[in-house]
């Protein structure tokens, strides 16, 4: 947020899909304050649905949103967005995104040097047999929406991030269930993209996140294990690995390190005060926040 203090947001509740499933956010000034359950969700009758994935995204004018969904399921949730002029201390009220429009699935979003918004999203189909990765974009208020497909090739993919190399060259990590993170790539500032392929980086069906340093470098955070049987399994090593070009990535720290357990979801943002910071979900009991200098 700037001055030192940060949001976090997470989705909380029973269980993941239970009715009372709500938003939940945090403040960081001086350490953490309590947390506040800032919006739960309803269908257009008013009967409770859980809510899932917000994430936050500040523009450089200031403007704060978080997104989020709401619904039965990742195959049927469909999208709504909070804002907030005042670093989040009020929010005007929820407001869906455009028809067939899911902004950002988990990764946030970066800014364009025009202004434009663009968003990593993800869609799963209704029998789960196909994942799929596309972006959408927006103008720098949260209007005007458009979508950009990407060929996900034969991968079974979501949950892009996004990372800025410079001369328009951008690049897509994504989450598969081809046992290794996906990649895909757009010389053009995002506006057309490589088919989606395979990098070296192991993949256990997990959700991960990566963010362009200011010194030109890249960090991404990730579960470096294979699948295992049951669908969780392959998420109790949590890695930090750095990259100089986005394709050959290097192990640099070790976040969690156990037999089993579940440390996973991160996201991870770089502070203006040179700070990195990452929040992850811990054994899906509570949220653990790490910040270090590079």
């Known amino acids: ?8 947001a997470w989705f909380g509740g029973k269980q993941e899909g239970s009715k009372d499933v709500s938003i939940w956010i945090a403040r960081y000034k001086d350490g953490w304050m309590k947390p506040l359950k800032i919006v739960s969700g309803h269908d257009d009758k008013g009967d409770p649905m859980a809510c899932w994935n917000p994430v936050l995204f500040k523009t450089r004018a200031g403007t704060l949103f978080l997104h989020y969904k709401v619904g039965l399921s990742p195959r049927e949730w469909w999208a709504e967005v909070l804002v907030s002029h005042d670093n989040g201390l009020t929010w005007a009220e929820s407001a869906k995104l ?39 974009k927006s103008d720098s208020a949260g209007r005007n929406w458009t979508k950009i497909a990407i060929d996900n090739a034969d991968f ?99 976040l969690e390190e156990k037999k089993e357990g579940e440390y996973s979801y991160p996201a991870i943002i770089q502070s203006a005060d040179d700070l990195i910071h990452v929040v992850y979900t811990y054994n899906r009991k509570c949220i653990k926040y790490i910040k270090f200098k590079l």
């Open 1 to 8: 947020l700037g001055s030192g203090e940060l949001l976090a």
């Open 98 to 136: 455009p028809q067939n429009m899911l902004g950002p699935i988990k990764n946030k979003p970066i800014q364009l040097k025009n202004g434009d918004i663009l968003y990593p999203s993800s869609t799963e189909s209704m029998d789960e047999k196909k994942w799929a990765v596309h972006l959408e």
């Open 156 to 254: 079974d993919a979501i949950q892009p991030s996004i990372l800025t190399h410079g001369n328009n060259i951008l690049q897509l990590l994504c989450r598969s269930r081809n046992n290794r993170i996906v990649t895909s790539w757009s010389f053009d500032n995002g506006t057309n993209w490589t088919p989606l392929e395979a990098t070296t980086l192991p993949n256990p069906n997990a959700g991960s996140d990566a963010v362009s340093l200011m010194d030109n470098r890249f960090l991404l955070v990730y579960n470096p294990l294979l699948a295992g049987k049951e669908w969780w399994e392959g998420r109790s090593v949590l890695k930090l690995a750095v990259s100089n070009d986005g394709k050959q990535w290097d192990n640099i720290d070790t």
